[in-house]
């Protein structure tokens, strides 16, 4: 049974950081890969960072201030969020895909709240 669990939200003032950590069980982690995606109260859920075999990819809203990143060994996919504001406030899913263009696991999330 494939599981993504979701860390590292909370609270943190505009400008901070947070570093939120994605641990997968139950699939070949290092086949796999892996994306980051938020949802705002009233939104729809969108895509925030992925990391496949080829590199990274972010979305215009994060670029130079996120950094998505994992570790094979551990099994683990990070988000570095530097520089935060209050429009980054969502809930932080991680999710996984085989490549297809299909995201095909996904986390519960992790609420990240910046304040002004």
């Known amino acids: 049974q494939v599981q993504l669990v979701e860390s590292g939200g909370g609270l943190v003032q505009s400008g901070g950081s947070l570093r939120l950590s994605c641990a997968a069980s139950?699939?070949?982690?290092?086949?796999?890969?892996m994306g980051w995606f938020r949802q705002a109260p009233g939104k729809e859920r969108d895509f925030v960072a992925s990391?496949?075999?080829?590199?990274?990819g972010y979305a215009d809203s994060v670029k130079g201030r996120f950094t998505i990143s994992r570790d094979n060994a551990k099994n683990t996919l990070y988000l570095q969020m530097n520089s935060l504001k209050p429009e980054d406030t969502a809930v932080y899913y991680c999710?996984?895909?085989?490549?297809?263009?299909?995201?095909?696991?996904w986390g519960p999330g992790t609420q990240v709240t910046v304040s002004s």
């Open positions: 999710a996984a895909s085989v490549g297809n263009g299909k995201w095909s696991y």
């Open positions: 990391l496949n075999w080829v590199g990274t």
């Open positions: 139950g699939l070949t982690f290092s086949r796999y890969a």
